[in-house]
């Protein structure tokens, strides 16, 4: 008999009082002699015989399971398995609470009551969230696009969500922080930030000159022709144009600083993107594309049926040089209010004029080229990049240029009537580019050869000859001078040659900037009036304008409208390295001194401005004076007092009065 068990079993009867010496020899041994885990489990009542009522009564019946009790003098073997499906996992399992659980878990109905574990579908329903569809399967997109591009955008939208929202956010100023100051321009503002670059179209346009006109200038007609008394429209492209009469009015007469056009949604028929992420560049577009028709079509109404020849204020008609003008109605085959002008990273669209140049030009057949028939008093281009392609065979990609634009661009050069003058100055361009090509290709081969800086070496060479080389003997001393003079006159004679080039670009690159400045080119002027940019990320703040009034540029972010000088207008590089930045320039006719007249808005339009102007300042505390003029307003009741609020958003205007 083992002295040392009979030691732990006499322990264990003592410390458990009226515990069986042969109960605790069985529990003992079962542990192997671990005398804390006999004790912990005669404490739960384990006897140390094997437990089989429980399989029993599970899986099968007492034929199946010995009922003597063998007591081994080493541990006890796994229990016989009659069933092969049941996987023993409680015989000899150390922890007793997980031995109860796997019990009960294996009980559960779902293994079955005839002690066989059963392996079959669930009962229970389809949940649409762990819904599995195969990834190399093109799943049917609703929006038209491809799955990939659905999924690249659900991307993007869920990595700036938190930034997205911040920007997102629509902050409502106090009343006091609302007040117009320095006639500067109004803000619109729409609630939801993705219409942010409507705002920016719809502000741009009151500040074209030519279109602010139009507009004050419209009136709906009367339903009958005896009628004396002409309602505001209700429907239809009446009442967009109504609606920016109303809108136009505050901008011009307005003390607030701010418009939301929440309430204009319906009547402008504007709808929000259906991606928070779309391109605001193709928005704007579309948006411009649709208010340039309905404004047009509105003031002359005959356009689309009989007229060729109308007051164009967005469409011009253009088609090939060798073509006769065509005198047929509006036609979007041949009238264009917007141009599109590819942008790459090349010479020929570096800028605008050298883009659009690309666009218009035949430079093989002058009668090929495109030509301007009749023009308007607005010209809007639409800015399109594109990325170029990292070349493999051909070297290096060119960088990146920054697109520039002028102030004042000439049409002269794209017009029927100067065909032949605009052929001959291209043909002379074109010279004159391939000269400089060719000195630029000489200037290179004289400052590197095999990617070496010539010029660098040489200057190099000489030092050593001159400060370094031994001139120990006559001989040695000869050969370093007479070297030396070589080398000196290699130097001098390329940095002549290169002085000389430098010059002869510099006169070319001059030449070919006053290449179209004659008189004969210099007639139809246009004027830089606004511009879009987008710095290439998306919210409230990454799309904003210029817009020129009054000869000075202001910056609209939102809400903020701020001066800031020409040179920041043309030479912004916002969204340079995004590739994005300006997308929309809208340029019209210069504008005399003496044109500038007042603008002729419905006088109870003018009265309504009136009215609301009064209840803003009436519920500031105190009433602070705005000082305000109304350079442009011809209200026959006479106000000329500082101005008040408009319209609070979402009112409707008052035009019965």
């Known amino acids: 008999m083992n002295t040392g068990e009979e030691e732990n079993v006499t322990f264990l009867t003592s410390m458990m009082g009226s515990c069986d010496p042969e109960i605790a020899r069985r529990v003992l041994r079962k542990h192997n002699g671990d005398v804390q885990r006999a004790a912990t489990s ?11 009522s429980s399989w029993l009564t599970d899986y099968g019946s007492s034929t199946d399971v010995p009922t003597t009790v063998v007591q081994p003098s080493t541990p006890p073997p796994s229990k016989p398995e009659k069933d092969q499906a049941i996987i023993d996992l409680t015989g000899d399992d150390e922890n007793v609470e997980l031995r109860r659980a796997l019990e009960a878990s294996l009980a559960t109905p779902a293994y079955g009551p005839s002690g066989s574990a059963q392996f079959r579908p669930s009962d229970r329903a389809p949940d649409p969230n762990w819904a599995m569809v195969p990834s190399n399967v093109e799943q049917p997109s609703e929006s038209g696009i ?23 956010r629509y902050i409502t100023l106090p009343l006091e922080q609302m007040i117009r100051r320095d006639n500067r321009p109004v803000a619109i503002r729409f609630t939801q930030g993705s219409l942010v670059y409507a705002a920016l179209v719809f502000q741009g346009l009151y500040y074209v000159p030519q279109v602010r006109k139009s507009i004050a200038s419209w009136r709906p007609l009367p339903k009958t022709p005896d009628a004396e008394f002409v309602s505001p429209p209700t429907s239809g492209e009446d009442l967009l144009m109504w609606t920016l009469i109303e809108n136009y009015t505050n901008m011009d007469l307005a003390a607030i600083s701010e418009l939301n056009f929440d309430a204009c949604l319906a009547a402008l028929q504007l709808e929000p993107p259906v991606y928070s992420t779309s391109n605001p560049s193709e928005l704007s577009y579309d948006l411009l594309q649709r208010l340039t028709l309905t404004i047009e079509a509105s003031l002359h109404k005959e356009i689309t049926a009989q007229m060729h020849k109308w007051p164009r204020l967005f469409y011009f008609r253009y088609g090939p040089a060798d073509a006769q003008p065509d005198a047929s109605p509006f036609d979007r085959r041949q009238d264009m209010a917007i141009v599109k002008v590819d942008i790459r990273d090349d010479n020929q669209s570096a800028d605008l004029v050298s883009a659009l140049s690309a666009r218009m030009a035949h430079r093989e057949i002058s009668s ?6 009749e023009p308007s008093d607005v010209v809007t281009f639409h800015l399109v990049r594109h990325d170029t392609l990292p070349s493999y065979s051909q070297g290096p990609a060119p960088s990146r240029q920054l697109f520039r634009y002028p102030k004042h661009i000439y ?11 605009a052929s001959a100055k291209w043909r002379e361009q074109k010279e004159i580019s391939e000269k400089i090509q060719t000195l630029t290709l000489r200037e290179n081969a004289l400052k590197r050869h095999q990617n070496v800086d010539v010029l660098k070496s040489l200057r190099a060479t000489l030092h050593y000859y001159e400060h370094v080389a031994n001139r120990d003997t006559p001989n040695r001393l000869s050969v370093i001078v007479t070297q030396t003079q070589k080398l000196r006159k290699i130097l001098a004679r390329i940095e002549n040659e290169l002085e000389t080039i430098q010059v002869q670009k510099e006169n070319a690159k001059d030449q070919l900037a006053r290449l179209f400045e004659g008189p004969e080119l210099r007639e139809h002027r246009y004027d830089l009036r606004v ?13 904003y304008s210029y817009v020129n009034d009054n000869d000075t540029w202001w910056k609209t ?9 020409e040179e920041t207008v043309l030479t912004d590089p916002t969204g340079f390295h995004l590739g994005a930045g300006p997308y929309m320039l809208i340029y019209s006719r210069a504008v005399l001194e003496e044109d500038r007249g007042p603008l002729p808005w419905p006088e109870e339009v003018v009265r309504c401005v009136e009215h609301n102007n009064k209840m803003f300042l009436d519920t500031i505390q105190p009433n602070p004076v705005v000082e305000m003029s109304v350079p442009s307003s011809t209200s026959a009741s006479g106000f000329n007092t500082p101005l008040e609020l ?12």
């Open 42 to 52: 005669i404490l739960e009542g384990d006897t140390g015989a094997e437990d089989s």
């Open 146 to 168: 491809s799955q990939d591009d659905h999924y690249l955008s659900r991307a993007i939208q869920e990595s700036m969500r938190e930034t997205y929202n911040d920007q997102e």
């Open 368 to 373: 090929k080229q495109q030509v301007i028939f």
């Open 411 to 421: 049409l002269d050069q794209y017009m029927k009537e100067n065909v032949e003058i």
């Open 531 to 543: 511009v879009f940019v987008h710095d290439g990320l998306f919210g409230r703040k990454q799309v």
């Open 557 to 565: 972010v939102d809400w903020e409208v701020t001066p800031v000088s």
């Open 646 to 657: 408009p319209i609070t958003p979402g009112e409707p205007m008052d035009v019965a009065n």
